[in-house]
Nanobody
């Protein structure tokens, strides 16, 4: 079992920034691709971004490109989501997730991910 613990959420005004962190334990971190998803009230969980095990390959949803950045620190077993120019529509619970993948590809599919964190809430006020 891999444990994932998110942190860094909170309340921020539109145009502001937050950095989310996800600390992983219990499995070999470099064996896993990591992703961030979000779920707003009444909506389905949606892909935000993902990074391959090495960090070489990343992917971001069109809705956050140019504003969000995903990165990972394999020495610290942590993946980050830097969120800039936040908008009210970014308000959601953000989840960190992992799936075993030795390749440089990444997935944007909820069903591909094996392990999930409990989520951290981000609220962007207008």
């Amino acid at each position: 079992q891999m444990q994932l613990v998110e942190s860094g959420g909170g309340l921020v005004q539109a145009g502001g920034s937050l950095r989310l962190s996800c600390a992983a334990s219990g499995r070999t971190f470099t064996a896993y691709a990591m992703g961030w998803f979000r779920q707003a009230p009444g909506k389905e969980r949606e892909f935000v971004g993902a990074t391959s095990w090495s960090g070489t390959s990343t992917s971001l949803a069109d809705s956050v490109k140019g504003r969000f950045t995903i990165s990972r620190d394999n020495a610290e077993n942590t993946v980050y989501l830097q969120m800039n120019s936040l908008k009210p529509e970014d308000t959601a619970v953000y989840y960190c997730a992992a799936y075993r993948n030795k390749f440089q590809s990444v997935s944007d599919s909820v069903g591909q991910y094996e392990f999930w964190g409990q989520g951290t809430r981000v609220t962007v006020s207008s």
